[in-house]
């Protein structure tokens, strides 16, 4: 880990002085830094980063896009941008979704004010190790008043053959009055079998008014160990609608967070997880009320399958000042294994009077009066099973907006089950 390193790779991408000395000051934090706190989860001896950056080989084989739909697209194999489609009348608009290097030329300004802004560059150790050694990425920009009827995918992958360093920054921007519907997938492409490390932050700024749809399916091999951190940043009356499915392979530890600084600003959180194998997963879900009427909800469903381990924090935070707020969250886990292991850990922290707050959290097995009803009906238990676990994750699949996907997540909860 030398300074030097970092310094070539901001000279080889031609990067502003701006982020080349906000790499070098990040740098410098990271022996100072603790790890983020992820309660009751033991990850500080996962290796998360072991101090490269660089770029990936030459690609030598890509996916099947033509499997993919025709939604507008950008997709990064590695470090590699593989594919842009950006309709001309959109771009007319002004609306930007390129790589991460070619929006600090198109719209330098923006990418400046915005990047690291959502999560502070000396947050935690991991942030500053982020800041320092990500190597690739992307930026949507959607401009004032722009809206964006059809979802626009950002499909990242990494590649199994490869131990270069999955570290990506993706910066989302929606301006003033916007509406966007996003959907964003990290996945390992391959039957590799090469360890290899991921650090992923995703910035998502909503700006007064702002409406905003993410969706996002992880789906990181088992070689892969990941940290994983989405945040949004709301305005005036913005909304992030979130719904994310973590169907990782490997262990992972994920922070997805929204600050509500906006009066009337609203998150909607809806996490799906599945742990199958020896996998560990840690996943911390907070919604932080600093606006006066701003809402907050989280919504938690997972599923643990042989001996795997799952983590629910479901954190509600209302400082003081944001009179009228809203936090409200649930936390439920279904084991079907004796073997698994699993925590919904519900934490609220009220610094104000007039708000609404609560929290329900529940861990169990399948109920044995939904099976026998199935199982009545003329259903294997597997089916049976596969049915229930469906309708119990089935809050956050409807959300997602692509029809190819949800039917692929349903697919890839079938397979997962089947295996057992």
Not at 321 to 334: N, Y
Not at 377 to 390: I, Q, S
Request: hydrophobic letters at 40%.
């Amino acid at each position: 880990m030398t300074k030097e390193l970092i310094q070539e790779f901001s000279q080889l991408h031609a990067e502003p002085e701006w982020l080349a000395s906000l790499r070098q000051k990040a740098f410098d934090k990271i022996d100072q830094l603790d790890l983020p706190v992820i309660e009751r989860v033991k990850f500080h001896r996962w290796n998360l980063g072991d101090g490269r950056i660089s770029d990936s080989e030459p690609l030598t084989s890509v996916p099947d896009f033509t499997s993919l739909g025709d939604n507008l697209k950008f997709i990064q194999m590695g470090t590699q941008t593989v594919l842009e489609q950006l309709p001309a009348d959109l771009a007319e608009q002004g609306v930007v979704f390129t790589d991460f290097h070619t929006a600090l030329e198109e719209i330098p300004e923006l990418v400046e004010k915005h990047f690291m802004s959502a999560i502070k560059y000396d947050e935690d150790k991991l942030a500053a190790y982020h800041t320092a050694y990500f190597n690739s990425g992307a930026v949507l920009y959607v401009p004032d008043n722009v809206e964006i009827d059809q979802p626009i995918e950002g499909i990242f992958y990494q590649d199994s053959e490869s131990d270069v360093p999955f570290n990506k920054h993706i910066l989302i921007i929606a301006g003033k009055h916007s509406k966007v519907n996003y959907l964003e997938r990290l996945e390992t492409y391959g039957e590799g079998a090469v360890p290899a490390t991921a650090n992923i932050t995703v910035e998502v700024i909503a700006q007064a008014g702002a409406q905003i749809k993410f969706s996002a399916i992880d789906r990181l091999g088992q070689n892969v160990t990941a940290y994983i951190s989405r945040r949004g940043k709301l305005d005036n009356d913005a909304m992030i609608d979130w719904a994310i499915g973590v169907m990782n392979e490997g262990n992972v530890v994920a922070d997805f967070d929204s600050d509500l600084y906006g009066k009337g600003s609203h998150a909607d959180m809806k996490v799906v997880a599945l742990s199958s194998g020896k996998q560990v997963q840690g996943i911390d879900t907070r919604v932080t009320n600093y606006g006066c009427n701003s809402i907050g909800n989280i919504l938690q469903h997972g599923v643990i399958l042989e001996k795997g381990t799952l983590t629910f924090n479901g954190i509600g935070h209302i400082i003081k000042g944001a009179k009228g707020a809203d936090a409200q969250q649930e936390s439920r886990v279904l084991m079907l294994s004796d073997q698994a292991r699993s925590d919904a850990n519900p934490i609220l922290l009220i610094d104000e009077n007039d708000v609404t707050a609560g929290h329900a959290a529940s861990i169990g097995q399948v109920d044995p009066e939904d099976m026998y009803y199935l199982m009545s009906r003329g259903l294997d238990k597997a089916t049976a099973e596969r049915l229930v676990v469906r309708g119990f994750l089935g809050s956050v699949i409807v959300e997602i907006p692509v029809k190819e996907v949800r039917d692929e997540m349903i697919e890839n909860i079938d397979i997962i089950l089947a295996k057992r």
